[in-house]
């Protein structure tokens, strides 16, 4: 398990929407330069904002997407993504890096955690050149019985020289990094096994605002409703959806801001972001 807590850092957040187009205008209207819209095998559409080694990723559902369910062992992207739309927007899955799917569901396995068929995928992209390369992935589904509308999985990037692009990272507003992904629950304490399991990260730091988990990109914190709200203001927490836990919050650094600005979920997407200078 040491190896995989030095492997195991945050590689994107999945953040489901309902109009593609909208969503990006609102990220570019922020400074952020966004990958070309890009479809999955499955159905599924994206564009990402790419930042040093990990990218958040718009995924809609267009309209008669023909999405497989899950069945049995076997997880559905897309059906899980489709179900979250019906309930509303904002960040639906928490992503790590991977470098072996083996790995992951062994170390999965041996933690207790669910562990779904191995699964798999590539497609072209779109270089800023006007280039067609072919990505690829291998994804690694598990699951938090306690956070069922939250998905979780790692992700090995098997060509990442085709994948990130520098023209692709350089951003108006200056952003960099994804420097923290922050979950809301009830009990945070409930989560900790789980996200020991999930991240391999067994010295996690508990507060008396919840749970923190330095990753080897980034951290994840899990908060309690009073915490959120204490940290990141009233329109923050009042955006929070009636079922928690949820993923509430990304904060990026690196932006070209004077202090720290709160952008609320209820005009991003259904989820806050934090911008916060280097």
Sequence with gaps: MAAAAKTRGLDHVVIAVRDLDRAAEAFEALGFTLTPRARHP???ENRLVQLDGAFLELLTVPAGAAIVPATGTAFSFGRFNQDFLEKREGASMLVLDSISAADDRAAFAAAGLPVFDPFSFGREATAPDGTVRKVGFELTFTRDADAPETGFFTCHNLYPENFWKPEFQR???????????????????????????????RELRATSLGIECQTARGKISILSPVAYRHLFGDA?????????????????TGASVAARSIIPAESLCGVTLVLEPA
């Excluded at 994804?178 to 096994?193: F, M, S, T």
């Design 42 to 44: 499955w159905g599924t």
């Design 171 to 201: 951003h108006a507003n200056g952003a960099t990094a994804l420097a923290e992904v922050i979950l809301v629950a009830r009990d945070p304490a409930d989560h900790h096994i789980f996200l020991e399991g999930f991240t391999g990260v």
């Design 236 to 252: 923050a927490a009042d955006a929070l959806p009636g079922g928690l836990p949820c993923i509430a919050a990304l904060r990026v």
